[in-house]
């Protein structure tokens, strides 16, 4: 098994910055890949932002390409996503998930691990 948590939500202004970090442990070995999605209200969850567990490959949403970084901190197990110029249309809970096989990165599907959750949301 694999736990994820999820921090660094918050509130902020349009046009501000928030950093989220998601901490793996367990079967972190197993990991090939970590995503973030999110869900805004009254909306499907959506995906947002992957990187392989290498940190070498990443692949964004067209929404938060050039807004939005995602990265691996291999020292502490972390999948960190960096969110710029951040736009009220942002305001979602954000979740970080995990995969142990291969797949399409933005299939939802594919993610067996999955944290709780964590709430951006961004006023205008």
């Known amino acids: 098994q694999v736990q994820l948590v999820e921090s660094g939500g918050g509130l902020v202004q349009a046009g501000g910055s928030l950093r989220l970090s998601c901490a793996a442990s367990?079967?972190?070995?197993?990991?090939?890949?970590v995503a973030w999605f999110r869900q805004a209200p009254g909306k499907e969850r959506e995906f947002v932002a992957t990187?392989?567990?290498?940190?070498?490959?990443?692949y964004y949403e067209d929404s938060v390409k050039g807004r939005f970084t995602i990265s691996r901190d291999s020292g502490k197990n972390t999948v960190c996503l960096q969110m710029n110029s951040l736009k009220p249309e942002d305001t979602a809970v954000y979740y970080c998930?995990?995969?142990?096989?291969?797949?399409?990165?933005?299939?939802?599907?594919?993610?067996?691990?999955w944290g709780q959750g964590t709430q951006v949301t961004v006023s205008s």
């Open positions: 367990g079967r972190i070995f197993s990991i090939v890949r």
């Open positions: 998930a995990a995969a142990s096989a291969p797949g399409m990165a933005t299939a939802q599907a594919r993610y067996k691990y």
């Open positions: 990187v392989t567990w290498g940190g070498a490959g990443t």
